[in-house]
């Protein structure tokens, strides 16, 4: 029992929050907001434009890794090559991740991936720099996302700040590979 509450007698009934059209205190199914809060001044159809973007863009990274895992050739490609197809695979789990919080947001997600640019660049130095240009990349994306929904929801504040940590350690190890080619 909590302080104040008087003890159940078991023949209370539940009473069930009436629908809204709005974030304000319940959804339109009646259900609570994720983070308890209301989240009123989030900006919804900037947040669902967001997530898609980060969507397309994990998406366009598991083409891309995808490519880059097939064009290593050398003496370093096993290890090179087993790094990019872990970097798709986890492409492929963060596009999954932000499309789920976009459904669950009431969003659409698209059926288009971002751009590739091909460059037909395929030594290992320049797949490393285009990787880490597609990373520079996806942080901003996600740092952009924790601007919309700082202090408006804890829920997508702490999966930004994830993803932009894990970006932030993809940017890192890609840095420390270049190394060897900047002598």
Not at 8 to 13: R, S
Not at 50 to 65: D, P, Q, T
Not at 100 to 107: A, D, K, S
Not at 123 to 147: C, M, N, T
Request: aromatic content about 6%.
């Amino acid at each position: 029992i909590r302080p104040g509450c008087a003890p159940c007698t078991g023949t209370e009934q539940a009473v069930l929050p009436q629908a809204s059209t709005s974030w304000a205190g319940h959804d339109k199914e009646g259900l609570p907001p994720i983070d308890g809060a209301t989240m009123e001044d989030l900006d919804l159809a900037r947040t669902c434009e967001i997530l898609n973007k980060i969507m397309e863009y994990e998406l366009a990274g598991v083409v891309r890794y995808t490519h880059y895992s097939l064009m290593v050739t050398g003496p370093y490609r096993i290890p090179i090559v087993d790094f990019m197809k872990a970097q798709a695979s986890e492409s492929l789990v963060h596009a999954q991740q932000a499309s789920e919080l976009l459904t669950g947001l009431e969003g659409h997600p698209s059926q288009q991936i971002a751009e590739i640019k091909e460059t037909h660049k395929h030594a290992i130095r320049d797949i490393l720099e285009e990787s880490l240009e597609h990373e520079v990349f996806a942080l901003g994306l996600y740092k952009e996302l924790l601007q919309v929904v700082e202090n408006r929801s804890v829920y997508l504040e702490e999966y930004s700040r994830t993803m932009i940590g894990q970006e932030e350690a993809h940017t890192i190890e890609l840095r420390k590979m270049l190394r060897d080619y900047s002598h």
